[in-house]
Protein backbone atom coordinates (compact mmCIF):
# COMPACT_ATOMS: atom_id res chain seq x y z
CA UNK A 1 0.00 0.00 0.00
CA UNK A 2 2.75 2.42 0.68
CA UNK A 3 4.38 1.54 -2.73
CA UNK A 4 0.72 2.53 -4.36
CA UNK A 5 0.82 5.96 -2.21
CA UNK A 6 4.29 6.94 -3.44
CA UNK A 7 3.30 6.24 -7.07
CA UNK A 8 -0.14 8.33 -7.01
CA UNK A 9 1.82 11.16 -4.44
CA UNK A 10 5.69 11.06 -6.29
CA UNK A 11 6.99 14.48 -5.76
CA UNK A 12 9.00 14.36 -8.55
CA UNK A 13 9.70 17.37 -10.92
CA UNK A 14 12.17 16.22 -13.61
CA UNK A 15 9.13 16.26 -15.87
CA UNK A 16 6.75 18.61 -15.09
CA UNK A 17 6.71 22.26 -13.72
CA UNK A 18 4.10 24.94 -12.59
CA UNK A 19 4.35 26.98 -14.86
CA UNK A 20 2.94 30.21 -15.61
CA UNK A 21 3.13 30.18 -19.74
CA UNK A 22 0.78 28.81 -22.05
CA UNK A 23 1.67 27.65 -25.59
CA UNK A 24 0.06 27.47 -28.60
CA UNK A 25 -0.82 23.88 -28.42
CA UNK A 26 -2.47 24.68 -24.61
CA UNK A 27 -5.09 27.41 -26.16
CA UNK A 28 -6.05 25.23 -29.01
CA UNK A 29 -6.24 21.87 -27.14
CA UNK A 30 -8.32 24.27 -23.98
CA UNK A 31 -10.37 26.07 -26.71
CA UNK A 32 -11.37 23.02 -28.67
CA UNK A 33 -12.53 21.68 -24.88
CA UNK A 34 -14.29 24.84 -23.95
CA UNK A 35 -16.72 24.72 -27.48
CA UNK A 36 -17.16 21.02 -26.61
CA UNK A 37 -18.47 22.14 -23.14
CA UNK A 38 -20.09 25.15 -24.22
CA UNK A 39 -21.96 22.64 -26.99
CA UNK A 40 -23.24 20.57 -23.72
CA UNK A 41 -24.48 23.42 -21.64
CA UNK A 42 -27.15 24.42 -24.96
CA UNK A 43 -27.77 20.62 -25.78
CA UNK A 44 -28.15 19.21 -22.26
CA UNK A 45 -31.18 21.64 -22.08
CA UNK A 46 -33.08 19.29 -24.46
CA UNK A 47 -32.45 16.16 -22.26
CA UNK A 48 -34.10 18.05 -19.22
CA UNK A 49 -36.71 19.01 -21.80
CA UNK A 50 -37.27 15.25 -22.75
CA UNK A 51 -36.87 13.84 -18.88
CA UNK A 52 -39.66 16.80 -18.43
CA UNK A 53 -42.62 15.99 -20.92
CA UNK A 54 -41.34 12.21 -22.42
CA UNK A 55 -44.37 10.77 -20.41
CA UNK A 56 -44.12 7.28 -22.18
CA UNK A 57 -40.56 6.61 -20.04
CA UNK A 58 -41.51 6.52 -16.59
CA UNK A 59 -41.18 9.16 -14.19
CA UNK A 60 -38.63 7.75 -11.77
CA UNK A 61 -36.61 6.85 -14.73
CA UNK A 62 -37.11 10.63 -15.67
CA UNK A 63 -35.80 11.84 -12.63
CA UNK A 64 -32.82 9.59 -12.48
CA UNK A 65 -31.88 10.40 -16.12
CA UNK A 66 -32.25 14.09 -15.30
CA UNK A 67 -29.78 13.68 -12.13
CA UNK A 68 -27.44 12.23 -14.17
CA UNK A 69 -26.99 15.12 -16.97
CA UNK A 70 -26.92 17.77 -14.07
CA UNK A 71 -23.94 16.64 -12.82
CA UNK A 72 -22.41 16.50 -15.76
CA UNK A 73 -23.82 20.17 -16.63
CA UNK A 74 -22.08 20.62 -13.24
CA UNK A 75 -18.55 19.17 -14.57
CA UNK A 76 -19.05 21.04 -18.01
CA UNK A 77 -19.48 24.21 -15.50
CA UNK A 78 -16.59 23.43 -13.83
CA UNK A 79 -14.05 23.18 -16.91
CA UNK A 80 -15.73 26.29 -18.39
CA UNK A 81 -14.77 28.17 -15.07
CA UNK A 82 -11.04 26.71 -15.24
CA UNK A 83 -10.28 26.59 -18.61
CA UNK A 84 -10.95 30.54 -18.61
CA UNK A 85 -8.98 31.41 -15.40
CA UNK A 86 -6.03 29.83 -17.05
CA UNK A 87 -6.38 31.35 -20.07
CA UNK A 88 -6.59 34.64 -18.73
CA UNK A 89 -4.91 34.63 -15.37
CA UNK A 90 -3.14 31.76 -13.98
CA UNK A 91 -2.07 29.62 -16.76
CA UNK A 92 -1.03 26.09 -15.51
CA UNK A 93 0.10 27.05 -11.64
CA UNK A 94 -1.43 25.70 -9.18
CA UNK A 95 -3.66 28.63 -7.38
CA UNK A 96 -6.06 28.77 -4.38
CA UNK A 97 -8.48 28.71 -6.75
CA UNK A 98 -7.99 25.63 -8.71
CA UNK A 99 -8.12 24.07 -5.02
CA UNK A 100 -11.57 25.45 -4.55
CA UNK A 101 -13.32 24.57 -7.47
CA UNK A 102 -12.15 21.18 -6.73
CA UNK A 103 -15.19 20.61 -4.79
CA UNK A 104 -17.43 21.60 -7.82
CA UNK A 105 -15.88 18.97 -9.52
CA UNK A 106 -16.27 16.28 -7.51
CA UNK A 107 -19.54 16.85 -6.59
CA UNK A 108 -20.37 17.13 -10.56
CA UNK A 109 -18.57 13.38 -11.14
CA UNK A 110 -20.37 11.56 -7.87
CA UNK A 111 -24.01 13.14 -9.15
CA UNK A 112 -23.43 11.66 -12.45
CA UNK A 113 -22.20 8.13 -11.10
CA UNK A 114 -24.81 8.03 -9.02
CA UNK A 115 -27.39 9.40 -11.03
CA UNK A 116 -26.46 7.05 -13.62
CA UNK A 117 -26.42 4.31 -11.45
CA UNK A 118 -29.73 4.63 -10.39
CA UNK A 119 -31.05 4.80 -13.58
CA UNK A 120 -30.06 1.01 -14.30
CA UNK A 121 -31.36 0.59 -10.71
CA UNK A 122 -35.00 2.03 -11.70
CA UNK A 123 -34.86 -0.23 -15.12
CA UNK A 124 -33.83 -3.37 -13.03
CA UNK A 125 -36.37 -2.89 -10.46
CA UNK A 126 -39.21 -2.39 -13.27
CA UNK A 127 -38.39 -5.74 -14.86
CA UNK A 128 -38.60 -7.66 -11.35
CA UNK A 129 -41.55 -6.05 -10.71
CA UNK A 130 -43.06 -6.04 -13.82
CA UNK A 131 -46.70 -6.72 -12.70
CA UNK A 132 -46.98 -4.36 -10.06
CA UNK A 133 -44.55 -1.21 -10.49
CA UNK A 134 -46.55 0.72 -12.48
CA UNK A 135 -49.06 0.90 -10.62
CA UNK A 136 -47.65 1.04 -7.52
CA UNK A 137 -44.58 3.59 -8.30
CA UNK A 138 -46.36 6.01 -10.70
CA UNK A 139 -46.20 8.76 -7.85
CA UNK A 140 -43.83 11.34 -7.13
CA UNK A 141 -42.86 10.24 -3.53
CA UNK A 142 -40.41 7.35 -5.21
CA UNK A 143 -38.51 10.22 -6.81
CA UNK A 144 -38.39 12.36 -4.44
CA UNK A 145 -36.94 9.74 -2.43
CA UNK A 146 -33.95 9.10 -5.26
CA UNK A 147 -33.22 12.43 -5.15
CA UNK A 148 -33.10 12.74 -1.62
CA UNK A 149 -30.49 9.70 -1.82
CA UNK A 150 -28.54 10.93 -4.98
CA UNK A 151 -27.70 14.14 -3.47
CA UNK A 152 -26.88 12.80 0.09
CA UNK A 153 -24.54 10.19 -1.12
CA UNK A 154 -23.24 12.59 -3.81
CA UNK A 155 -22.54 15.26 -0.76
CA UNK A 156 -20.94 12.65 1.78
CA UNK A 157 -18.29 11.60 -0.98
CA UNK A 158 -17.59 14.94 -2.66
CA UNK A 159 -17.13 16.11 1.19
CA UNK A 160 -14.60 13.14 1.84
CA UNK A 161 -12.66 13.58 -1.45
CA UNK A 162 -12.13 16.93 -1.00
CA UNK A 163 -11.22 17.44 2.48
CA UNK A 164 -9.73 14.02 2.57
CA UNK A 165 -11.38 12.14 5.46
CA UNK A 166 -10.69 9.03 4.18
CA UNK A 167 -7.47 8.10 3.31
CA UNK A 168 -7.33 6.92 -0.31
CA UNK A 169 -11.05 7.32 -0.95
CA UNK A 170 -10.38 9.07 -4.40
CA UNK A 171 -8.62 5.85 -5.26
CA UNK A 172 -11.26 3.62 -4.25
CA UNK A 173 -14.11 6.09 -6.10
CA UNK A 174 -12.18 5.60 -9.10
CA UNK A 175 -11.95 1.97 -9.09
CA UNK A 176 -15.74 2.35 -8.29
CA UNK A 177 -16.50 4.31 -10.99
CA UNK A 178 -14.96 2.34 -13.54
CA UNK A 179 -16.28 -1.09 -11.98
CA UNK A 180 -20.03 0.82 -12.12
CA UNK A 181 -19.84 1.58 -15.95
CA UNK A 182 -18.73 -2.03 -16.71
CA UNK A 183 -21.80 -3.29 -14.18
CA UNK A 184 -24.09 -0.75 -15.54
CA UNK A 185 -23.69 -2.33 -19.21
CA UNK A 186 -23.55 -5.41 -18.55
CA UNK A 187 -26.45 -5.04 -16.60
CA UNK A 188 -28.36 -3.18 -19.41
CA UNK A 189 -27.77 -6.20 -21.90
CA UNK A 190 -29.14 -8.90 -19.14
CA UNK A 191 -32.48 -6.13 -18.92
CA UNK A 192 -32.94 -6.44 -22.55
CA UNK A 193 -32.45 -10.02 -22.73
CA UNK A 194 -34.94 -11.50 -20.02
CA UNK A 195 -37.14 -8.58 -21.28
CA UNK A 196 -37.37 -10.03 -24.84
CA UNK A 197 -37.49 -13.68 -23.67
CA UNK A 198 -40.62 -12.86 -20.90
CA UNK A 199 -42.34 -10.85 -24.30
CA UNK A 200 -41.80 -13.53 -26.61
CA UNK A 201 -43.62 -16.16 -24.59
CA UNK A 202 -46.48 -13.44 -23.52
CA UNK A 203 -48.84 -15.39 -25.60
CA UNK A 204 -47.94 -18.63 -23.46
CA UNK A 205 -48.13 -17.22 -20.39
CA UNK A 206 -51.67 -15.16 -21.46
CA UNK A 207 -50.09 -11.84 -20.01
CA UNK A 208 -52.29 -9.08 -19.37
CA UNK A 209 -51.79 -5.93 -21.29
CA UNK A 210 -50.51 -4.10 -19.04
CA UNK A 211 -48.01 -5.91 -18.12
CA UNK A 212 -47.23 -6.12 -21.87
CA UNK A 213 -46.51 -2.44 -22.05
CA UNK A 214 -44.21 -2.70 -19.06
CA UNK A 215 -42.27 -5.06 -21.12
CA UNK A 216 -42.62 -2.86 -24.00
CA UNK A 217 -41.06 0.26 -21.53
CA UNK A 218 -38.63 -1.98 -20.13
CA UNK A 219 -36.92 -2.51 -23.65
CA UNK A 220 -37.73 0.49 -25.01
CA UNK A 221 -35.96 2.31 -22.45
CA UNK A 222 -32.69 0.02 -21.79
CA UNK A 223 -32.28 0.16 -25.82
CA UNK A 224 -32.52 3.54 -25.38
CA UNK A 225 -29.64 3.89 -22.97
CA UNK A 226 -27.24 1.25 -24.53
CA UNK A 227 -25.17 3.84 -26.70
CA UNK A 228 -24.46 5.88 -23.61
CA UNK A 229 -23.28 2.81 -21.42
CA UNK A 230 -20.97 1.79 -23.90
CA UNK A 231 -19.51 4.71 -25.01
CA UNK A 232 -19.10 4.87 -21.11
CA UNK A 233 -16.78 1.51 -20.55
CA UNK A 234 -15.26 2.68 -23.87
CA UNK A 235 -14.42 6.24 -22.17
CA UNK A 236 -13.11 4.52 -19.14
CA UNK A 237 -11.25 1.98 -20.64
CA UNK A 238 -8.96 4.63 -22.68
CA UNK A 239 -8.70 6.84 -19.38
CA UNK A 240 -7.41 3.51 -17.85
CA UNK A 241 -4.79 3.20 -20.86
CA UNK A 242 -3.81 7.09 -20.27
CA UNK A 243 -3.35 7.01 -16.67
CA UNK A 244 -0.89 3.34 -17.05
CA UNK A 245 0.80 5.66 -19.37
CA UNK A 246 1.05 8.08 -17.12
CA UNK A 247 2.38 5.93 -14.33
CA UNK A 248 4.54 3.41 -16.32
CA UNK A 249 6.13 5.72 -18.82
CA UNK A 250 6.65 8.98 -17.43
CA UNK A 251 7.69 10.58 -13.87
CA UNK A 252 4.68 12.80 -13.51
CA UNK A 253 2.87 12.65 -10.43
CA UNK A 254 -0.84 11.91 -11.25
CA UNK A 255 -2.85 15.38 -11.27
CA UNK A 256 0.24 17.10 -11.34
CA UNK A 257 0.56 16.75 -15.30
CA UNK A 258 1.41 20.16 -16.95
CA UNK A 259 2.17 18.92 -20.40
CA UNK A 260 0.34 18.55 -23.46
CA UNK A 261 -1.10 15.18 -22.20
CA UNK A 262 -3.01 16.47 -19.56
CA UNK A 263 -5.39 17.95 -21.99
CA UNK A 264 -6.21 14.29 -23.42
CA UNK A 265 -8.01 13.90 -19.58
CA UNK A 266 -10.02 16.85 -20.29
CA UNK A 267 -11.13 15.89 -23.92
CA UNK A 268 -12.18 12.55 -23.30
CA UNK A 269 -14.17 13.66 -20.45
CA UNK A 270 -15.49 16.47 -22.67
CA UNK A 271 -16.69 13.80 -25.53
CA UNK A 272 -18.01 11.49 -22.55
CA UNK A 273 -20.60 14.78 -21.41
CA UNK A 274 -21.40 15.40 -25.03
CA UNK A 275 -21.45 12.01 -26.38
CA UNK A 276 -24.20 11.52 -23.23
CA UNK A 277 -26.98 14.39 -24.41
CA UNK A 278 -26.09 13.86 -28.00
CA UNK A 279 -27.33 10.50 -27.57
CA UNK A 280 -29.85 10.56 -25.37
CA UNK A 281 -31.05 13.70 -27.43
CA UNK A 282 -31.22 11.97 -31.15
CA UNK A 283 -32.72 8.70 -29.74
CA UNK A 284 -35.60 10.07 -28.11
CA UNK A 285 -38.87 10.01 -29.55
CA UNK A 286 -39.38 14.06 -29.06
CA UNK A 287 -36.16 14.66 -31.22
CA UNK A 288 -37.84 11.69 -34.10
CA UNK A 289 -41.56 13.46 -33.77
CA UNK A 290 -40.12 17.08 -34.81
CA UNK A 291 -38.11 15.85 -37.35
CA UNK A 292 -40.66 13.88 -39.36
CA UNK A 293 -43.66 16.37 -38.31
CA UNK A 294 -42.54 18.79 -41.57
CA UNK A 295 -42.86 16.21 -43.37
CA UNK A 296 -45.34 14.17 -42.25
CA UNK A 297 -47.56 17.38 -42.72
CA UNK A 298 -46.43 18.22 -46.52
CA UNK A 299 -47.45 14.28 -47.37
CA UNK A 300 -50.81 15.09 -45.88
CA UNK A 301 -51.28 17.85 -47.90
CA UNK A 302 -49.53 16.72 -51.36
CA UNK A 303 -51.90 13.73 -50.74
CA UNK A 304 -54.61 15.67 -50.21
CA UNK A 305 -54.61 17.95 -52.83
CA UNK A 306 -53.83 14.79 -55.46
CA UNK A 307 -57.37 13.43 -54.05
CA UNK A 308 -59.35 16.43 -55.16
CA UNK A 309 -57.72 16.44 -58.25
CA UNK A 310 -58.49 13.17 -59.30
CA UNK A 311 -61.92 13.25 -57.73
CA UNK A 312 -62.52 16.09 -60.27
CA UNK A 313 -60.91 14.20 -62.93
CA UNK A 314 -63.21 10.93 -62.51
CA UNK A 315 -66.25 13.04 -62.34
CA UNK A 316 -65.19 14.57 -66.10
CA UNK A 317 -65.44 11.25 -66.99
CA UNK A 318 -68.10 10.66 -66.00
CA UNK A 319 -70.39 13.38 -67.66
CA UNK A 320 -68.37 13.39 -70.54
Not at 86 to 106: G, S
Request: proline share 1%.
Amino acid sequence: MEAEQDLLNNTSTRNWSNTSVLDGWNYVLFSLESIINIAYVFIVNAVFYICISQKNLHVNFRVALFIAAFGNLVGALHRLILVAARICCIAQLDTPLVHDLVLLQVVGVYLWLFGWIFVIIERAVATVFTGSYERKCAGYTIPAILCGIVITLSSVSACVSRFRLIDNFDLFAMFVQIAGVVICLLALIAIILYNKTVYQARHDTMMQLRNRYQLDENIRGSRYLIPVAANNVLTKAVYVLLMAYSIYFTDIPIGHDTTHLSHAYDLLFAYERIFFVLALTIRSEKFDHFLKRKKRITNAIHNQETAVSSHFTNLKTLWA
